[in-house]
T-cell receptor, first 116, second 120 residues
Framework: DTGVSQDPRHKITKRGQNVTFRCDPISEHNRLYWYRQTLGQGPEFLTYFQNEAQLEKSRLLSDRFSAERPKGSFSTLEIQRTEQGDSAMYLC??????????????FGPGTRLTVL | AQTVTQSQPEMSVQEAETVTLSCTYD???????LFWYKQPPSRQMILVIRQEAYKQQNATENRFSVNFQKAAKSFSLKISDSQLGDAAMYFC?????????????????FGGGTRLMVKP
């Protein structure tokens, strides 16, 4: 296993279109997180899964944002009716609650979204 | 709510020299974790070092060490013998101790980052 992977790495879309990003966590990790990073800022937490259960979604930026992790493995983040303000890097991270390093999250390379 | 502040948007260091990156945070919790993450250009973020708030001893990982001042809510990162590969964005992050699964206790709160440049 080579770490957390994200697809696509780059996405350019027009305003109003829907986009979906995929994240594949480290295989033995049961926790998966989504963050958003705007230019020049630190990542901002969006949502989190424990296996297939989405345990925190109140920090999703609007009802246009939704995430799923249907089988407790990969996850998707969808943005509907994209706006220019959605342009950012979307980061995925995973961790194991049995980890010997509490709170260590391993990050993927991110998906950079540009909304024209 | 917890906040993390990095007051140095950019820092520069000569290769082989030592540099210190600053971080302050605000929390009402007594137990928590603090982290420094490194994000190289166009590469993914990796954990550099972590500190448990209940530990008085400052964490050290090879050339990286922290100065954790709990009362002052300060958590600085010292990089010794700087190398060209240390050039990156550095983010300080805070995490509460997890008490229940669904309180987002394990979310990371990040500072705005410090861009470190290393001069050969």
């Amino acid at each position: 296993d080579t770490g957390v992977s994200q697809d696509p790495r780059h996405k350019i879309t027009k305003r109003g279109q829907n986009v979906t990003f995929r994240c594949d966590p480290i295989s033995e990790h049961n926790r998966l997180y989504w963050y958003r990073q705007t230019l020049g800022q630190g990542p901002e937490f969006l949502t989190y899964f424990q296996n297939e259960a989405q345990l925190e979604k109140s920090r999703l930026l609007s009802d246009r944002f939704s995430a799923e992790r249907p089988k407790g493995s990969f996850s998707t983040l969808e943005i509907q009716r994209t706006e220019q303000g959605d342009s950012a890097m979307y980061l995925c991270a995973s961790s194991s609650d049995g980890s010997g390093v509490p709170g260590e999250q391993f990050f993927g390379p991110g998906t950079r979204l540009t909304v024209l | 709510a917890q906040t993390v502040t990095q007051s140095q948007p950019e820092m520069s260091v000569q290769e082989a020299e030592t540099v210190t990156l600053s971080c302050t945070y605000d929390t009402s919790e007594s137990d928590y974790y603090l982290f420094w993450y490194k994000q190289p250009p166009s590469r993914q973020m990796i954990l550099v070092i972590r500190q448990e708030a209940y530990k008085q001893q400052n964490a050290t990982e090879n050339r990286f060490s922290v100065n954790f001042q709990k009362a002052a809510k300060s958590f600085s990162l010292k990089i010794s013998d700087s190398q060209l590969g240390d050039a990156a964005m550095y983010f300080c992050a805070y995490r509460r101790v997890e008490r229940t699964l669904n309180n987002a206790g394990n979310m990371l709160t990040f500072g705005g980052g410090t861009r470190l440049m290393v001069k050969p």
